[in-house]
């Protein structure tokens, strides 16, 4: 009934910026907080960025400084702006929810189907 997609993963060169956008439909309530995760090849999936209903926000240590993590509630739509990349940002990303819907009582855990980042040169 809820579902998240992605959009903005590709190609670019160390150093190159990347905008990833998620947007959230369905039958939605409220979105609490929003995130992205990543996953490498052979790796877990971790967090990369978090953010509140109220904009609060929590990053990787690894991304500090160099991504931005921005949501619209108006568009049910969460950023992350990805600057300085490094090779070892390549992964895939995630996007991930907390969404109250009409059929269910409590929040889901909502997850987007992924968007490949490549950092390579």
């Known amino acids: 009934q809820v579902q998240l997609v992605e959009s903005g993963g590709g190609l670019v060169q160390p150093g190159g910026s990347l905008r990833l956008s998620c947007a959230a439909s369905?039958?939605?309530?409220?979105?609490?907080?929003m995130g992205w995760y990543r996953q490498a090849p052979g790796k877990k999936r971790d967090l990369v960025a978090r953010?509140?209903?109220?904009?609060?926000?929590n990053y990787a240590d690894s991304v500090k400084g160099r991504f931005t993590i921005s949501r619209d509630n108006a568009k049910n739509t969460v950023y992350l702006q990805m600057n300085s990349l490094k090779p070892e940002d390549t992964a895939v990303y995630y996007c991930?929810?907390?969404?109250?819907?009409?059929?269910?009582?409590?929040?889901?855990?909502?997850w987007g189907q992924g968007t490949l980042v490549t950092v390579s040169s």
């Open positions: 991930n929810a907390e969404i109250a819907t009409i059929y269910a009582r409590g929040y889901l855990d909502v």
């Open positions: 369905g039958s939605i309530v409220e979105i609490n907080a």
């Open positions: 953010i509140t209903s109220d904009g609060s926000t």
